[in-house]
């Protein structure tokens, strides 16, 4: 999952400032029109649209081997421990077959360096026994993998020499995944060589990895991992699609993109984007993410729209992806604001269709997450299609959700019918990519 960790004061000011600018650049400009035009149908989605669902290693696997998670989590700097997590790295065939059931036809997976590589040139045989299974699972079940090779975690022996402040992080991150690429590009898996670069630089800054001083140092070598991988990747597999998905921050993602995505769309086959919040002039609980309660943020379905369209713009004649989008609880609970997960997946997959019916190219779009999961420092938000209760269940057992059953309607539909109308109303002047969204509004 994306964005941002537990009581993080750097990330709230982020987010509220967010928030100020957009309003304040706002307040210059005419006011939008209050006119409603006529509800729209949500328009066909193309018969080979990829409907999947996304998880990651470190979060779902549990059991986790030395890296530099399992390290800030030793000293304390996060709310739970991992423990088992979902137990994913002995399930996997039973998560798998239940992702299968729904239809879906791509399984986002993450293969973790600190398992493949618990010491430098030592690769664990078991562990790359462990994802060839998985891997093999996922094809059998019909459905095509979705590999991320860099899901923010790194092994231990990289944290003592420095993460990704260290030049030798970049020659070892590239000759582990050469090793991946090799054992997998058989499969044509859909590819992610790295997961919300700008959140991950965040994040590393937050928890002791890397020194602010280094932030962009780290960017750059995260630019060259990925145009490296990128055409290692085509080598092995001319026809491979290959991206890096983005954490879709409101207003201020354009600014961000310049760090990472703007310096790699040449080696774009397509662009992934992952959506969670909203903000708007009268609705800022999206400085709720910044505090760990997620389930407080708003998460207004229309912003899916508005992100897809600014993406669309500023990256003329790339397919789109929705890599990740979901909603959060807080332990399953129902969320202060009632919205329910069957209703908010509907929404979401509604503006998807606008999107796709207003020519955006978006081709795929995978739910996160499959299960609920470790959230970077806390077992509380839950995310999942099925709700697991790590800390006071030792079975793990998997409790469907009501989206469990609305994902299996929307994908055998290829999406919500042309009735279909989402169960919020529209934001009112959005902030999701301001001003644009705000003054050229998606009624």
């Keep these: 999952m994306s964005l941002v960790g537990r009581g993080h004061g750097t990330v709230y000011s982020v987010v509220a400032a967010v928030v100020l600018s957009a309003i304040l650049a706002l307040s210059a400009l005419p006011a939008a029109p209050t006119s409603a035009a006529p509800a729209r149908s949500p328009g066909p989605l193309p018969a080979g649209f990829l409907w999947g669902v996304a998880s990651s290693g470190f979060q779902s696997e549990g059991h986790s081997p030395d890296s530099n998670w399992t390290r800030y989590i030793a000293a304390g700097k996060t709310a739970d421990p991992i423990g088992t997590s979902v137990d994913f790295r002995h399930r996997y065939l039973d998560d798998i077959a239940r992702a299968a059931s729904l239809g879906t036809k791509v399984y986002r997976i993450g293969v973790e360096w600190a398992r493949v590589e618990p010491r430098p040139g030592m690769l664990a045989a078991r562990e790359l026994d462990y994802y060839d299974a998985v891997v093999k699972a996922i094809v059998a079940a019909g459905m095509r993998p979705m590999i991320t090779l860099d899901h923010w975690v790194y092994p231990g ?37 790295v997961n919300e670069p700008s959140a991950y630089v965040m994040k590393e800054v937050q928890f002791g990895g890397l020194p602010a001083r280094a932030a962009r140092t780290m960017f750059d070598r995260l630019v060259s991992a990925h145009r490296t991988m990128y055409a290692y990747i085509h080598r092995k597999d001319p026809g491979a699609q290959v991206s890096s998905n983005v954490a879709y921050i409101p207003t201020v993602e354009p600014g961000l993109d310049g760090l990472f995505l703007d310096r790699v769309r040449d080696r774009l086959d397509y662009v992934g984007l992952d959506y969670y919040y909203s ?165």
Excluded at 175 to 182: A, E, F, K, L, S
């Design 157 to 193: 022996w990289i944290a003592d020499r420095g993460g990704w402040a260290d030049p030798g992080t970049l020659p070892a991150w590239l000759r582990h995944n050469r090793i991946i690429v090799d054992r997998y590009a058989k499969y044509h898996p859909l590819w992610i060589t």
């Design 279 to 443: 903000v708007s002039p009268t609705d800022i609980s999206a400085v709720s993410a910044g505090t760990g309660e997620f389930w407080k943020a708003s998460v207004a379905a229309d912003g899916l729209y508005y992100s897809l369209r600014d993406m669309a713009g500023r990256f003329p004649g790339k397919p789109l992806y929705v890599v990740e989008a979901g909603m959060a609880t807080e332990n399953g609970k129902p969320r202060p604001d009632r919205y329910r997960r069957a209703d908010h997946l509907r929404d979401l997959v509604y503006w998807l269709q606008r999107a796709r019916r207003d020519g955006v190219p978006v081709i795929g779009f995978n739910y996160w997450s499959l299960t609920d999961n470790y959230e970077w420092g806390s077992y509380t938000p839950r995310f999942g299609l099925y709700t697991v209760n790590v800390l006071s269940d030792p079975t793990l057992a998997r409790h469907p959700t009501d989206a469990v059953a609305a994902y299996r309607e929307v994908i055998a539909a290829n999406g919500v019918g042309r009735t279909y109308r989402p169960t919020r109303p529209a934001t009112f002047c959005s902030l999701v990519a301001a001003p644009a969204s705000c003054l050229a509004p998606a009624r």
